[in-house]
């Protein structure tokens, strides 16, 4: 008996994931009606994510949202730290704001951050061997997509300069 | 031969979408894997939950292998987990601590008092500012960690049957052959 919410209630995506992890059963209507709950508390959810703080200064106010707008809640993973209303979002971000109180800089911030949650706090994925495949794979498929239009392009003008009215007029280019 | 190409491009798009489907039943997605696996567990010095001016340092705890079970009474899954942990507790042949993450002594100990207490130690982390360096970030989550404070095995979610018997229980094996 597993239940619907995951393991923390206030996260859309533990949600979500549960509920098709063990198998939609007779969940479905009782999701819909959750759905249309979070709908409707979508913006109130919002406004709850940010909550005053007492910074020094507006320059600390803009670099700490730029900083928590760059990391992942590890809880709600399709959710920054700066959106995210799941309790350890919270407390993260008042981490991150007694970081900066501290002096710490975004890469001390960032560094701490990673050494407990891993990598996955990073919406910029680090270039190392793991993610070689990330960051080079689109290219590869971009230089594959190239090769395959030239040796057709090749393909056509060898055998297309004599043939191409008859190619063209049976109605064979697609 | 070359008007089978989008037959081919389609089946190769059919055959990476099923593996992602399957590979997604069989990993948790939400499941991050810890940084601190096979490391020294971070230092902590928490009150004991039932003898507030009590408190537990890493220190306290080393020269015997523990499993620290993070748990809450607002955690719904924490209610799954518990019954295993109170079948499976006495059998893991490690000290069971409970570790009560982000709540308040009265709810935890209603909670306890609802649900058994299978703990043979119990600690409270009010503010979850300690769980931060454990990289803990919901409840229930599991670490073994060893007679000399390292981390050497962590479950994110509900242990359950399968878990204990297929995991928890190997890990613990594999701990204590190595330093009975």
């Known amino acids: 008996m597993m239940s619907l919410f995951g393991r923390n209630a206030p996260c859309a995506r533990t949600l979500f994931t549960s509920a098709t992890h063990k198998g939609i059963r007779a969940q479905g209507a009782l999701l819909q009606v959750v759905f249309a709950a979070m709908l409707a508390l979508a913006g109130v959810v919002h406004a709850q994510a940010i909550e005053p703080m007492p910074f020094a200064n507006h320059a600390q106010e803009l670099r700490f949202q730029q900083l928590t707008r760059q990391l992942r809640c590890p809880m709600c993973q399709n959710e920054t730290l700066a959106d995210s209303n799941a309790p350890i979002a919270r407390d993260l971000r008042n981490q991150i704001f007694q970081l900066m109180q501290q002096g710490k800089s975004d890469e001390q911030i960032k560094q701490y951050l990673v050494a407990r949650y891993s990598d996955y706090v990073l919406y910029d994925p680090p270039l190392q061997p793991s993610t070689w495949l990330l960051w080079f794979g689109p290219l590869l498929i971009l230089l594959g997509g190239a090769a395959v239009v030239v040796i057709a392009i090749r393909k056509r003008n060898r055998s297309g300069d004599a043939t191409t009215e008859a190619q063209t007029g049976n109605g064979d280019d697609w | ?180």
């Open chain 2, 1 to 180: 031969m070359s008007r089978l190409m989008p037959l081919f491009g389609f089946l190769m798009l059919v055959a990476l979408f099923a593996f992602g489907i399957w590979w997604n039943t069989q990993h948790d997605q939400n499941a991050i894997p810890s940084p601190l696996l096979n490391k020294a567990a971070p230092a902590f010095n928490l009150p004991k939950l039932y003898e507030p001016d009590t408190t537990v340092s890493k220190a306290d705890l080393l020269g015997k292998p523990y499993l620290l079970n993070v748990f809450a009474s607002w955690c719904i899954e924490c209610g799954v987990e518990h019954p295993v942990l109170e079948a499976e507790g006495p059998t893991l042949g490690v000290l069971l601590v409970g570790y009560n993450y982000k709540d308040t002594p009265a709810d935890a100990k209603r909670w306890l008092g609802e649900h058994g207490n299978p703990y043979k130690l119990l600690i409270a982390d009010e503010s979850g500012h300690t769980a931060i360096d454990f990289g803990v970030y919901g409840a229930p989550e599991s670490f073994l960690i060893d007679a000399k404070g390292v981390i050497r095995y962590k479950h994110i979610g509900p242990l359950t049957p399968e878990v204990v018997a297929n995991e928890l229980k190997p890990a613990i094996a594999s701990m204590l052959k190595e330093a009975p």
